[in-house]
């Protein structure tokens, strides 16, 4: 994102999605970036999100698969 520039990619989601709070796009991209710097906490809440928008969203199921996985505390939270 941006040529790794992940704060500048959080802080443009975050514009995004001011704008259109259920962008799933945007949340997956907040999402990213948050994973890239360290917050999984965000980036779990974020993919959460796009989950209960669409529940067949891929890339968020797949990323929150992933981040759950090598994240033990959030394993249990998975499906929550």
Do not use: H
């Not at 995004?16 to 997956?28: G, S, T």
């Not at 698969?65 to 939270?77: I, L, M, Q, V």
Request: charged fraction near 30%; glycine fraction near 4%; aromatic fraction near 4%.
């Amino acid at each position: 994102a941006l040529g790794g520039r992940w704060e500048e990619a959080q802080r443009l989601n975050r514009q995004i999605l001011k704008l259109d709070p259920e962008n799933q796009e945007a949340l997956n991209r907040l999402a990213r970036a948050s994973v890239e710097l360290g917050k999984l906490d965000r980036a779990i809440s974020c993919y959460k999100k796009v989950l209960r928008l669409d529940p067949y969203n891929s890339i968020a199921q797949k990323a929150l698969e992933r981040e759950t996985s090598t994240c033990p505390p959030f394993s249990s939270t998975l499906m929550a």
